[in-house]
């Protein structure tokens, strides 16, 4: 039987994997996934990491080590172990890189939670875990908030690899694509190669169904029988229309003559990438965000369990430009009912800047515990 995460290679998506370990490298785990399941890329996040450190026994030994030098602070500690982790990692994917021109074979670190609203301090951290990490394929997670849209810009056209993380609307998604490509015509206007530029927008899709669902549930029950019965049919189509259609976008983009003429110079697309793909709501299928996205120059990263559930019963078909005027009129419905989409996506940004430093805070002060014990029992 065919292995349906192999099969998404037919129609042209990298899948990659939404979490990182220390102990799924050196147990052979990643490579496997290579091997067998065609792995392309990994992404992470301090909550993966906390997760890792306060419940696995991965990182004692060098936790140990870290802990006594007076030079490093928590964020020093975690740093540390995340890039030695990155380049573990990226080393092993080198091969996915080379093999595929420098389009796949990515691992993703984010800058700290707490610069995603300052420019100047994304550039400059960006910039340190980008030289610590020292791999090329290698890529630096930037929260797509307004604020740091010239952040990025600046990072690829100093020859940074971006993963713009935290995309929920399709202006912010155009945003960001427009960002890429002006860093690729100032490093042209500079005389500078852009062949070996690398970017993915990261754009999220199951937390858009969270919240519209939670609206629509609450209009189900309060409003109209007309009005409720309407909500009911849009539960779960929301977040998939709107992916499909930034996809749209993406298509307009690559086919307008700018890009074509940055083509030209040898600059490779910024691919839309699936993020926030595991069901949460148990009603629906486990694989639907990945079944239903399926279509090529994307990427989509999984967490461990969908990654799991798709390679068991995963259905492979191309799915993403299917039902595009369907999606239309999926957006349409919803504001028609009286739900705002762009509400809905200014809401979830802050949330995802909120829910991404609270586990970096949570993180820091696993460390520092990990730290007083250590203290403690040399003391």
Known sequence: MANPLRELERYGQSIWYDSLRRGLIASGELARF?????????????????????STRDYDAELVGLLRRPD?????????????????????LGPVYDRTGGRDGFVSLEVSPAAARDDRATVAEALRLWRAVDR???????????????????????????NVT???????????AEAHAAALEDRIGRGEDVSRVASVASFFVSRIDTEVDRRLDALAAGGAPDAARRARALRGRVAIANAKLAYQDWRALVASERW??????GAMPQRLLWASTGTKDPAYRDVMYVEELIGPYTVDTVPPATFDAFRDHGRVAPSLE???EAARDTIAELAALGIS????????LEDGVR?????????????????????????
């Open 322 to 324: 299917a039902g595009v």
């Open 166 to 176: 935290l995309l929920f609307s399709r202006e912010a998604y155009r945003k960001v």
């Open 260 to 265: 074509r003429a940055l083509r030209a110079r």
């Open 34 to 54: 290579v091997v067998e399941d065609g792995l392309k890329g990994l992404t992470t996040n301090p909550a993966i990491y906390e997760r890792a450190i306060d």
């Open 136 to 162: 090329r394929n290698a890529m630096i997670k930037v929260p797509g908030t307004p604020e740091a849209l010239r952040a990025i810009r600046r990072l690829l056209a100093e020859d940074v690899n971006v």
């Open 72 to 92: 490093l602070d928590a964020k020093g500690v975690y740093e540390q172990l995340a890039i030695h982790d990155i380049q573990a990692a990226a080393d092993l």
């Open 355 to 379: 829910l991404f430093a609270e586990p970096f805070a949570k993180l820091l002060r696993t460390i520092e515990a990990r730290r007083g014990a250590e203290t403690g029992a040399h003391a």
């Open 341 to 348: 989409l762009d509400e809905v996506t200014e809401r979830l």
